[in-house]
């Protein structure tokens, strides 16, 4: 062979090279995409626990593998390849949308099959198979995620195959230098995932990484046709392909958002999607002259209802104001929707300082949110006075965690301290149950102020209840904890806490009025809601406090919804007069 004729051969061997490598990488950035997309998805729609998150990455981790041992079976690694792209783009672009549908036609079958049947409405038709079909659809992320992972595990595989036989003979580097592509390339894909595809709609960063899977399919089917076989066949199925992804591209997002709609009784009237959580806002018409009731949910789960809020809220704010000295200079973790804020104002302190996470969730309820309607941005800012922009109010966006950290650094100190944060369902938000972040609080709180926190239903989450009460002793505070009925959620409790001098209930008895009247508490209903059954805290005391990293708060509020259903056991408790005992028939 000629040398020109070599040199070529070597330069085109280089760019067969350096076109497979990147292409791997390329690749394994969509697979870590994929991996973090299906479990962020099926943390959504399963709920977003711990265990959701990390099952989903253990499956694919291990169909990846079994993926890698089944590529040895594909006959010829060039068709082998296209079609697995093609299958992979398919696969990854229309997996959210049928784990949507599924979810969606399991929640609206009961009252569907009652329309058909025309049945009362108290007939309910939720027997066997609607509940084993609502079961079946909890394992169909995971059966997705399986599918992709075991495609994707085939990858590696089929471009080290194709890698040789274009040299024609065994390379003593190849893996090594396919699993470096892939290790490089999977770093990557974690970071176009955290900064780009997690401020996207989950569909679109669905469809444009599948995209990504469809043009590879394209570029083998131009550059390397003369190694493969039916053509036609591959382009057919490749432009139908994108042609599913341009109509999802087009409108999956719409098509997402009605299914999700059809997961509320009321009318969605507004969605969002942030980096942090899916806020969903709805709107219910009861009848002519009545007021309409405006309603939040976070990821599927109600933060408050118009109709009853004021009496959460209340009960949130009224009880920490009053058993503080003063009410100057206030702190708010969490309390997003201005709801607590617009209770604070009227006790006209000198500031209040609002932390919370997510920007998107201050930009709805501040009024400036530009993807909400003007009817929302009015609706939501006249339930909240237009708290967030009171010039008194100063909005620190950032996880409470470290934004408290801060302000000790900054030897900052406050007269009350609100929290209202969501129930510690996932473990993200134990840290700020713990006793580190309350000692931190407590650095904050000014010694004759007083601080009060969400603390969950005291009788469908018990243990957890009683947990954070603990937790907060165990930080140093003086501690109580009390009760009331919210129509929308059941009864609900909060938790009260000083630093010195006398407990919340002592400090608030000592009022003579109440500063602020409230038109749904007065001192009198205030001091009844600490009130609890006399056996209520009976065998307590195995209960722990709720350590950082100790998860021990997230575990007995999962314990309750999942073993227990949130079922609260009100056991038939006789006493023993001789021994004035308290024991349990049996």
């Not at 007939?123 to 609607?130: A, H, K, Q, S």
């Not at 000790?408 to 972040?437: C, E, G, M, Q, R």
């Not at 904050?444 to 243990?463: C, E, M, V």
């Amino acid at each position: 062979m000629p040398a020109d004729t070599q040199t070529v051969s070597r330069r085109q061997l280089v760019i067969h090279d350096i076109l497979l490598i990147l292409i791997m990488g390329t690749l394994a950035a969509c697979g870590l995409i994929y991996e973090y997309l299906m479990a962020h998805y099926a943390g959504r729609v399963l709920g977003a626990l711990e265990s959701t998150l990390y099952a989903m990455i253990g499956i694919m981790i291990v169909s990846m593998g079994i993926g890698a041992f089944m590529a040895k079976w594909v006959r010829c690694p060039f068709n082998g390849f296209v079609w697995l792209e093609w299958a992979v783009g398919f696969t990854g672009a229309t997996a959210v949308v049928v784990i949507s549908l599924s979810v969606s036609l399991s929640f609206t079958l009961p009252s569907y099959l009652q329309e058909i049947y025309g049945l009362h409405p108290t007939i309910t038709t939720d027997g066997e198979f609607v509940r084993t079909l609502s079961q079946f659809t909890k394992l169909i992320p995971f059966i997705a995620g399986g599918i992709l992972g075991l495609m994707i595990g085939m990858e590696i595989p089929l471009i080290a195959r194709i890698r040789e036989h274009i040299h024609g003979q065994h390379l003593e580097h190849n893996i090594g230098t396919i699993y470096g592509a892939d290790y490089i390339g999977a770093g990557i894909g974690a970071g176009v995932w955290v900064l780009v595809c997690l401020k996207l709609p989950i569909i679109v960063a669905a469809v444009s990484t599948a995209l990504v899977n469809a043009l590879v399919g394209v570029f083998f089917i131009i550059y390397y046709r003369e190694h493969l076989s039916g053509r036609l066949t591959l382009w057919i199925a490749h432009g139908m392909l994108l042609v599913v992804i341009g109509s999802l591209a087009a409108g999956g997002a719409s098509w997402m958002d009605n299914m999700q709609s059809s997961l509320f009784k009321d009318q969605v009237v507004h969605t969002k999607i942030t980096p942090y959580q899916h806020i969903t806002i709805t709107e219910r018409l009861i009848g002519k002259g009545l007021p309409m009731i405006t309603s939040l949910y976070i990821n599927g789960r109600l933060q408050f209802s118009s109709n009853d809020e004021v009496i959460y809220h209340s009960f949130l704010t009224y009880p920490p104001l009053l058993a503080s000295a003063r009410q100057d200079k206030i702190l708010v973790i969490g309390g997003g929707d201005g709801l607590a804020l617009r209770d604070i104002l009227t006790w006209n302190p000198q500031s209040v300082t609002l932390i919370d996470l997510d920007r998107g969730m201050i930009d709805l309820f501040s009024g400036i949110d530009s993807s909400a309607s003007p009817s929302i941005n009015k609706r939501l800012t006249a339930l909240n006075n237009n708290a967030f922009n009171d010039e008194r109010v100063h909005v620190i966006i950032g996880d409470a965690f470290v934004e408290v950290e801060k302000l000790v650094s900054a030897k900052k100190h406050f007269d009350t301290i609100i929290v209202d944060l969501p129930d510690p369902s996932h473990p993200d938000i134990n840290k700020v149950y713990s006793d580190f972040f309350y000692a931190r609080l407590k650095e904050l709180l000014n010694g004759d102020g007083a601080i009060g926190i969400q603390s969950t239903s005291p009788f469908h989450t018990k243990d957890t209840f009683i947990s954070i009460g603990k937790t907060l002793r165990s930080a140093g505070f003086n501690t109580e904890q009390y009760h009331a009925n919210v129509p929308t959620f059941g009864e609900w409790g909060w938790t009260i806490g000083t630093v010195m001098g006398k407990a919340a209930t002592a400090r608030i008895a000592d009022i003579a009025t109440m500063p602020v009247p409230s038109p749904w508490l007065s001192k009198e209903q205030i001091l009844a809601s600490f009130v609890f059954s006399p056996f209520y805290f009976n065998e307590s005391e195995p209960i722990k406090s709720n350590t950082l990293g100790s998860h021990t708060l997230y575990q007995y509020h999962q314990h309750a919804w999942k073993q227990r259903e949130g079922v609260f056991f009100a056991e038939n408790i006789s006493v023993d007069k001789s021994h004035n005992r308290a024991y349990i028939d049996e």
